[in-house]
């Protein structure tokens, strides 16, 4: 068990639909980063929030929007669903700067149909 | 933007064989911390071995070995007596320092089969 706690696990919805995940990070962990793991695209960094704040963006399409919360939970929204934004979803958590490991949940699984 | 690359999208290996997965990574970094996880059905991700680059000495843990060539930008992970629970997807990944954030980077994966 990492620490890190994703919910829910699975998720189906319809395309044009919007979801919310939720990650809740190891304690102590400051830190937040989601990533998406689709087949063709290996792990694809989205964004970064560190203690409330948006540290950094990677490849994160504008349908999808991420907080942190005064607790340190975040989440991830993501709107306007397409079939392609089938993938799993990855939270990782790390303590500040010059972590030696990043956290990571067990993923939340979106299907799009 | 720094980037890493696995070659082998699959290998196979013999149960209790040695077998090596390669990755190569692109930086203008001096300092910097590369990794391999473990990503096996069960889809949780696994740190398996670390290494820092200033450090000259290559990373072990238990079986999990690296060949950290640093002038030749490469990062390869060695199995050795490979068993049927290693199989799963590693990916490499690199510690990328950009803007005051830190996040990680990973290659496309490797798929490893272990045969009985």
């Known amino acids: 068990d990492s620490g890190v706690t994703q919910t829910p696990k699975h998720l189906i919805t319809a395309t044009g639909q919007r979801v919310t995940l939720r990650c809740s990070p190891r304690?102590?962990?400051?830190?937040v980063y989601w990533y998406q793991q689709s087949l063709d695209q290996g792990l694809q960094f989205l964004i970064q929030?560190?203690?409330?704040?948006?540290?950094a963006k990677g490849n994160i399409l504008e349908r999808f929007s991420a907080q942190q919360f005064p607790d340190l939970h975040s989440e991830l929204n993501l709107s306007s669903l397409e079939l392609g934004d089938s993938a799993l979803y990855f939270c990782?958590?790390?303590?500040?700067?010059?972590?030696?490991?990043?956290?990571f949940g067990q993923g939340t699984r979106l299907t799009v149909v | 933007a720094q980037t890493v690359t696995q070659s082998q999208p699959e290998m196979s290996v013999q149960e209790a064989e040695t077998v090596t997965l390669s990755c190569t990574y692109d930086?203008?970094?001096?300092?910097?911390?590369l990794f391999w996880y473990k990503q096996p059905p069960s889809r949780q991700m696994i740190l398996v071995i670390r290494?820092?680059?200033?450090?000259?000495q290559n990373a072990t843990e238990n079986r999990f070995s690296v060949n950290f060539q640093k002038a030749a930008k490469s990062f390869s992970l060695k199995i050795s007596d490979s068993q049927l629970g290693d199989a799963a997807m590693y990916f490499c990944?690199?510690?990328?320092?950009?803007?005051?954030?830190?996040?990680?980077?990973f290659g496309k994966g490797t798929k490893l089969t272990v045969n009985p």
């Open positions: 930086t203008s970094e001096s300092d910097y911390y």
């Open positions: 290494q820092e680059a200033y450090k000259q």
């Open positions: 990782a958590s790390s303590v500040v700067s010059g972590f030696t490991e990043a956290f």
């Open positions: 304690s102590g962990d400051l830190s």
């Open positions: 929030y560190y203690n409330g704040e948006e540290r």
């Open positions: 990944a690199y510690r990328e320092l950009q803007g005051g954030s830190e996040k990680l980077v």
